[in-house]
């Protein structure tokens, strides 16, 4: 049986609507023209609750109400609120003082305490927020609370910002024979704007266990998937991962670590597929490297750079550029040990040898998702990063984002 | 007569040609179509000579060899070579022998030891010189040896890749009443490339002066302004500074380290404002920051950001995206001491405090020129940085540099 449960991850549908116990709304409360810009997440048991959130010194009033909340409820939670349309950010006492009222009127329809209720908030930053449309949209959530696959779609669609597609991910998976979920929703429009206020994930599962093990298992999790889409300490005001699971003081089963790793990984790759005008995916293997730190750190410069994104978007097969950006972050590359292949085919060889054409390669970039292999001839880690290029209308988006 | 050398610094035409004692030429030699792409420079006398080079791990040949030729003629140089449309970058010991053997060939036309010769390359990564071409480039530069401001700007135009304007500066300086000068040429598109292989300075005076001093005074200015317009870290394979200077015993005026960085400085900026695509020119003055250290940390932030170059592109008013950059960096921002300023102009008080209108704010950002000054609200040092908007016109060139 325990090899069974190891090994058993199942796909299911519906993201956070796939677990037991949560129920959810995603309403239109006039923050934005239009669309649903208030999501309301309410768990039936108290939670214990994990967290990432933004390495940026400026964070947003959300990020530090909800962090108050995480040290005196943070196995004890009851729900989580969240806004797009305006980031609560550079907001002073007032952005304060309305994320926790945004959490007390929550607790209040809830019957929870406020510091059982977490704020999340995500959109253009230096506004205040519209606490009357946030009211009776947070009344009009409660209102509308429901278990189930539609409820999830409609909160991930209420945290959307540029997001063309609601991002939801779910697994089954089993302890001792009996069968768990872990899911979640996700806004994002990619590593390509990391600093944007604009990356949030919510993941709960159905299994309970404390909240150290949680967090063990968040963070895991998060270096492997989140944190491989985007620079370390170049996260914006507002990003935050929360992870539920009802409350208990039991560890976390092995089969839930890979399951949470699974979901996020779903989640990362669907912000990079979404990111803003991108045309392209590219997924960067690092291989050979010393050590995972090395490998992460090559192939986050490789999807971090201007110059490979827009080489990619022109289908120009420049390696050079991959190189010269894996070189300059300081990781250990030696000029001559590396090799490159794209899409599985063997691309540069050591010693820079080319063993594709320049045609070749450019016939293989016209495919919409590139897979660049690059082995650093070092050691036996590796590490895998996600991006994608770098178009005419990431600079349209951007230069008008709020206009 | 010395507080009279202290002050007089007259800006001079003609770059590296205004400089006595040098002799230039740039011409076609066919590694590009019809553009001048091979640029000789050279000596009358032996030269003390100071370096400062890409911290990129991936160095290009030319890098490579011309640090091998530093380290044993350094206080004994002669001439320089350089060509653009290759970066002789990722081109394993055929580069190194391709770049010593063009050393070797200045150096016996001008009576002198390959080792007396610096050599310098940019363009594309990943391709061999075609040596043939560079040698009747040398040859024919050679024979075009002048000095003078028609010289400098043949050379100037010859290092040129994506650059549209060839870019030259010169001051002169007086030392106890005799008047000396310091002139550059330089070629980049700008900070908006960090890594593309296109970085390069070349600076000379006629006062004589030993190799330490020269090299203390090119690191400093280099930090003021080439550092000021790039990510530290984030050279390209073949980002060069070389200044020269006549060698002798004797240590660096205060008047030559003033106008070297005033040389350093003209040219950084002029890299800048022939920024690829680039629309507007931003200056970022950090002010009352705890050290120069952060303060040139947080302006670096900020002029590489996307997000604040495609909102000034846009002409849009988002400065929470300036002050998130500015938090990214972990270089000590206090969320509640800063203060923003746009051309001159209070925009963002103590606070988070909007003082400007966002129609008056748009209206300052209509000007090509946008000065923003963040006061940090911590200490009593200064930095400044220089930058560019991102346009579709970076995205447009970059998606095709080769084709």
Redesign the interface.
Known sequence: MLLDDEVRLVEVRGGLGAVPGVRMAGVHAGIKPRKRDVALIAFDEAQSCAAVTT?????AAPIVVSAAHLAVAGADMRALVCNSGC?N?????RGERDARATARQAATLLGARAEQVLVASTG???VTLPMDRVQRGIERAHAQLESGVKASHDAAEAIMTTDRVPKLAAYAYYVEGKKYVVGGIAKGSGM??P???TMLAFVATDFPMAHAPLQRALTAATDESFNMISVD?????NDAIYAFAPASDAPAPGAFVRALRAVCLDLARAMVADGEGATKRLTVNVTSAASVTQARAVARAVIN???VK??L??E?P????I???????????R??AWSLAINGTPW?GR????LLSEAEAHRELEASEIVVGLDLGIGAEHATGWGCD???D???I??????
Request: charged share 15%; net charge negative; glycine share 14%.
């Open positions: 390495t940026n010194e400026i964070k980031a950010a550079c907001t002073g006492e253009v930053i230096g390509i704007a600093n944007m206020a300490g170049d996260m914006s005001t750079s201007n110059l827009t080489a978007y022109g120009d420049n390696w050079g550029r190189i010269a950006a894996a070189g300059s972050v300081g990781a250990g590359m000029p001559d540069v010693g820079a040898i080319e770098l178009s005419k990431y600079v349209r951007n230069a008008s984002y709020r206009t």
